[in-house]
């Protein structure tokens, strides 16, 4: 017979399943508490399992349908706490984008019903059920509209033991350590369970621990090939928070000229190295400096004042009518240019909106966005020669642009294409005074630790600097300042086992909760057939 009591969730229980997931969500930036996404993930283990016991025909008394409720709810939470930034774009797009993802959640709470019904080991449970946490993760960064890969709980270890694993198993790797240790973390409080079971837990969980330090140490960063001396600016921007953050239009290209001024000065008393080149953040020009005179002036200014090539990052008109790219602009002393990058991942609802033709006349507030961005096709390294006149010595340059920091698969074909050195643009203007500069920093510094390559960041207004290859920064600036300042950073060639085995690792383990997910729907829909038949 069925016990409705212990078959589905009561209201305590899903208001439980919401504060367990605001904790977890303390575990990212700003807070940064990072020991805290094991205490929750364990506890919405337990909350997912709570009463359960065989019923009289052997199947599992926790139905599928609890176990989503439940992760659902703790996605809710999650997302509350964590990406309460989003707001900033419009209080509209909260509620929709919080459910959506959370479906994620929710799906990690049906996996470890699943894990429950075909293994009453409580350390293959744990490993089956970190699988869905990579399912999740797997799929939020593709589904619905390209995805929305923010939230991995790789991010949240930077200043944490497991970060030593970033190199040898990257970001999908350490999100499924993270996981893992969450239930060997149940494990361990369950006095229940074999005494040796609750050890075997707390010696692997001192394993992973233990190894991350040693492998973080033993695997280094490539061998250098040289230094170049990299010109940061960041201009800051005229606007609040949100969409206007931009100001008056060129406003934000003339405090970029400015602060290249003060870039060059800092060189040429001596308190800076000289730059190779200066690098200016994503949206640096928000009119096309290619068709816009007044822009394309600014930008030539700023060259003839450093004497120097200028990466630029520019918005730019077309490919199309009523489309616009950004991009990383390769800019030399006499206007032209010789390399262009353009984004490739873009922000659904922020760059460009899915569905458009048939959402504009239903929510003409969509129409804030502007012309349609359009995805780049190639990876993002730029050939180019330094030297105000492009003949210098020649140089392969690793862009990533902002928002595409949280894919594995641009991130790493920066490296797998050849890049000696990395540098991030990113325009944060919209999100000032939020968590969400220092959730893409985090983002930046896991990325650093998982290449071993030093990063260089510029942004329009906040939080700019060098990110070493061990994940520590140096220069970092306050947000909503102006700032300017040359680092000196080595070449490198070579990629970690990160490149390869990180992906693979979220693959193998996306499959495994698959094929458990599939294989428990059709155990539940067997048993229905029998009850019935």
Known sequence: MRRP??????WGERALALLLGGLAGLAWQPTALWQLVFPALAALGWLVLRGEHA????????????GFSLGWIFGLGLGLVSLSWVAVIGWYVVPPLLCLMALWQGLVGLVSVAAARFTRSPLARAALVACGWSLAEFGASRIP?????????????????????????????VSWLVALCSGLLLVLLQPALARAQRLLALGLVMVLLLGGALVGRAIGPGRATGTVNVGMVQGNVDGSAGPEAMGYARSVTQNHVSQTVTLMARA?????PVPDFVLWPENSTDIDPTRDAQTRDLVRRASAISALPILVGAVMEGPGADERQTSALWWLADGTTTARYDKRNLVPFGEWIPLRAQLLPVL??????????VPGTGPGVLDVRLGADGRGRELRIGDIICFELAWDRTVHETVTNGA????????????????QPQQQFAITRARAMELRREIVVSTTNSLSGLVHADGSVSGATREGTAAAQTFTVPTREGRTPAVQTGPAIELVASLAAVALVVLALARAAAGRTRRTG
């Open 5 to 10: 009591a212990e078959r589905s969730a009561s």
């Open 55 to 66: 019923s009289a025909d052997g199947a599992r008394a926790v139905p599928l349908r609890r």
């Open 145 to 173: 509209f390209g995805g929305f890969g923010w939230m991995r709980l790789g991010y949240t270890q930077v200043d944490s033991p497991l970060a030593g694993w970033l190199p040898l198993l990257g970001v999908g790797g």
């Open 268 to 272: 040429r008393t001596g308190i800076d």
């Open 364 to 373: 003409p507030v969509l129409e804030q966005v502007g012309a349609q961005s």
């Open 420 to 435: 000696q050195l990395l540098v991030v643009q990113s325009n944060n203007g919209t999100y000032t005074g939020t968590g």
